[in-house]
C-alpha cells in the first residue's frame, strides 16, 4: 500500500516548491551544502515518486514541474509521525 493512500482532505494550498527547493543541495565554492525542506536528495525524491511514496508532481509549465507547499508539509508530518522514537 502506497504511503500517498490518504492525501490531505483539505485542496492543495500555498505556493507550489520546486526541486531545488526540496532536495539537499549541492555545496557552493566555501559554502555548505543546502538541506532543502525534506532533507533527501533528488535521487531519493525522483525514487520515491516512481514509487508512489511522495506527493504528486504539478506541471507548471513546459518542462517545469513543483508540488504544492501544503502536500509537501503533510507529507513530511506524515512521515515524522511514522518514524520510530529512539
Known sequence: MSDMSN?????PSGRFLR???LAIGVA???EPPTQGIV???QATINRLHREGKFPPK????EGCVGW???EIL???ADRQRRLPRG
Not at 492525501?7 to 485542496?11: D, Y
Not at 504539478?58 to 509549465?61: A, E
Request: hydrophobic share 40%; proline share 8%.
Open 7 to 11: 492525501p490531505p482532505q483539505a485542496a
Open 19 to 21: 526541486m531545488k527547493d
Open 28 to 30: 557552493r565554492r566555501g
Open 39 to 41: 532533507g533527501l536528495s
Open 58 to 61: 504539478v506541471q507548471l509549465s
Open 68 to 70: 504544492w507547499e501544503s
Open 74 to 76: 503533510a507529507w513530511k
